[in-house]
């Protein structure tokens, strides 16, 4: 049996016990969480998100991607989340690997060198990752300042959850 049909086996099991059938579209608490993939990191798990609490957008990294920003303003300013949190972890696997490296071995194993993606998106500092996706969303003019935008690196070793600092309060803190 496939890991497909596994699945589709407790997909069945599921549905029989199925209770969230009148949950409305809209979050039920206003959040908006973008998380990196990695299967370690559940993050209605590691927040105590129910069904119907929470947007949930994943990618490798958690990066504020085109397509992160896209579903950010929709959870917005279709569906009402105030509240935007950004999860990043240790050993990611997104620094384990340079952008130019992996393009390169990809055209050279395929011989082919598609328009997209454009880019992985890898990075060599966490914090300073985070920091950034939160700026990609503060800038951006369709999000407005009152959405609330924290950044956190999730231990996968503890499953504590570290808020990354500010910029400025990170230099203030090493100087
Ligand atoms: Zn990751």
């Given at each position: 049996?496939?890991?497909?049909?596994e699945v589709l086996?407790?997909?069945?099991?599921?549905?029989?016990?199925?209770?969230?059938?009148?949950?409305?579209?809209p979050p039920a608490r206003k959040l908006a969480v973008l998380a990196c993939m990695d299967a370690r990191l559940v993050p209605s798990q590691i927040l105590g998100l129910k069904a119907?609490?929470?947007h949930v957008?994943?990618?490798?990294?958690?990066i504020v991607t085109e397509d992160a920003l896209r579903s950010f303003i929709?959870?917005?300013?279709?569906?009402?989340t105030q509240e935007f949190i950004i999860i990043n972890h240790t050993d990611c696997g997104m620094l384990t690997f340079k952008d130019e490296d992996?393009?390169?071995k990809l055209i050279q194993?395929?011989?082919s060198s598609p328009v997209a993606p454009v880019a992985f998106h890898a990075f060599r500092d966490l914090e300073e990752n985070v920091r950034q996706q939160i700026q990609k969303i503060k800038s951006h003019p369709w999000l407005p300042k009152s959405i609330s935008v924290r950044g956190f690196i999730?231990?996968?070793?503890?499953?504590?959850?570290?808020?990354?600092?500010?910029?400025?309060?990170?230099?203030?803190?090493q100087s």
């Open positions: 049996m496939s890991v497909t049909d086996r407790a997909n069945e099991t599921y549905a029989r016990n199925f209770e969230f059938g009148q949950l409305p579209l119907g609490d929470a957008i994943r990618n490798a990294g958690g929709l959870s917005h300013q279709l569906l009402g992996l393009r390169a194993q395929t011989g999730y231990d996968v070793k503890t499953g504590r959850l570290k808020e990354a600092l500010e910029a400025r309060a990170a230099s203030l803190r």
